[in-house]
């Protein structure tokens, strides 16, 4: 079989993985400017199309190519019962869900339909008008806070809060834009909001030969923005009829649609009262299928290509359960920063042995805005719960990612947590907590990252690394490094004599110093605390003083104010699309607009003016 992959980055790769090991052959697919960036594959041969959402192009380059099968993949066009359509009547093989399924369960709205026509429990919500006053009077009825969210789509986009009725208006509004830009499609439903809400999904797969199994749950709770950033498999803390009851669930819905391949049913389960209710079901590969995969021990792209070549799954009613898998979705965001995305050529990447990385990193890969903020998954196994993190401790203590800011850092934080640890997670967890100003790498691999910049000058990156600070001082070399419990220190070039207790390899960090040993000669650094080294003055982030300024490279989605407007405090000015997000920045204070200097459409950088004021108070967001 030659399948075509649909997608890029971390998924085309590991798509890719399954079909080379079954003796397939994979095609891969880039627009003009990706392939310098996180290039679709590396070994296959790779099909130029002018975008990833061109469903025509890529039914054309699959066909160019030669290719009998296309797999979407997750994003992009997975959810697309149309480009389904359109690959089933270009002759060639779709490896996933049939397209009226995909339709069926693809608008929230239908979904809830066919759950509660199969007896799935339903959080109590409303969806048969798109009238803004009916829904509006829908969620009077239903009782605040309710959940504005996009009938069509996933991955947190086009989701909104509202708590009150004046609230409700501006939610409404958000989440249709968003949900238009994201989905094509701007209809929404509003439910009722659980406050102490666990998000818990069931894997399910089915074949053309009536076969339905489940492959077990897993907890999705460590989510912000409403999208998730730590999974793992099983859920943890579910009583066994709570655990039995979402099983039988997410079978008895996918059997009511005749559902084949793979596919997950995902729940909110009310941590206060034990209910569970149906939220959606997702009709295609997920972005946390590795932890299923690592309990169970089964591929479950192999078993999609084995439904899509219409052969009957083997009894899968009978799978055991072995151990406990973890995964960090790591981005590239900037959790010092509030998450704001970040880019960058990447510089230094060493994984640590003995876990599962699913990336398309490499050394002299662009991170670009262009698409979503997450650039890599870190998968771990372990017997139990306590030696998944164990090793998910291990492995974040060792990863080194430079060029670019990631979430490595914010993710050692956060399997230290009270929560996390005892597996009391609710998906408002960040929402109420504090997380550090600066979390970053701990001291292991600030050392191993002091290593690499002490190379020979030929070899030297230090223009080129994200997360550290170069500066000269006192004509030495100088380091900013932010310890494993977010204390930003400053780390200086110190002489070797300072201590003759050397060690003989590696690396070992003392109070008040930190040294390291390679090719038989160690080199020390002094601790020395200053911990405002990534405080940026206001003026910094200005840029140009008294304007408003893009935080990060993105796109110009709305433009809200003219020249002469008067605006206000916390008032919305322009909104700007980075990585799938849209990020509205407000004035924080009263001011005239002078000049608009960008249009809807317009790339912008970091720091680039977007609007300047007349006043002298600074409305920057």
Known sequence: MKVLIANRGEIARRIERTCVRLGHTAVGIHVPGDAGSERALVHSPVELVPSYLDAVAVVEAAQRSGCDAVHPGFGFLAENAEFASAVIDAGLTWVGPTPAVIAQMGSKIHAREIAEAAGVALIPGYAESQDDAD?????SRIGFPVLVKASAGGGGKGIRIARSADEFVSALTEARTEADRSFGDDSVIVERYVERPRHIEVQVIGDTHGNVFHLGTRECSVQRRYQKVFEEAPAPNLPDATRAGLHDAA??????????????????????????????????????????EEVTGLDLIELMLLVAADAALPDLSEVEFSGHALEARITAEDASAGFVPAVGEVSILEVPDGVRWESALEVGVQVTPDYDAMIAKLVVHGEDRAAALAEMRFALDHL???????????????????????????????????????????????????EFLTRPAADSVWSAVGDF?????????????????????????????LRDDLPADGWAYLPGLLAFSTDGHTHWFEVLDRTELWAPSAGDRAGT?????????????????????????DQVLVVIEAMKMLHSLKADGAATVDEVLVAVGDQVASNQPLVTFTSEEDPNP
């Open 469 to 497: 600070s170069v500066t000269p001082r006192r004509g030495s070399q100088i380091i900013g490094v932010r310890d494993a419990n977010g204390e930003t220190h400053e780390v200086a070039l110190a002489p070797d004599e």
């Open 251 to 292: 079978v008895k819905l996918a059997t009511a649609v005749d559902y084949t391949s793979a596919g997950t049913v995902e729940f909110i389960v009310d941590d206060e009262t034990g209910d569970y209710f149906f939220l959606e079901m997702n009709t295609r590969l997920q972005v946390e299928h590795p932890v299923t």
């Open 135 to 139: 829904l509006a009077a829908a969620a």
């Open 545 to 569: 003083g008294n304007a408003l300024v893009a935080p990060f490279p993105a796109a110009v989605a709305e433009v809200h104010i003219a020249p002469g407007d008067d605006v206000t405090g």
């Open 400 to 450: 080194l990612i430079a060029g670019v800011t990631t979430t490595t850092g914010f993710h050692r934080w956060l399997v230290d947590q009270a929560p996390v640890v005892d597996a009391q997670v609710t998906t408002r967890f960040l929402d109420e907590t504090d997380v550090p100003a600066a979390p970053a790498p701990p001291i292991e691999a600030a050392a191993r990252m002091i």
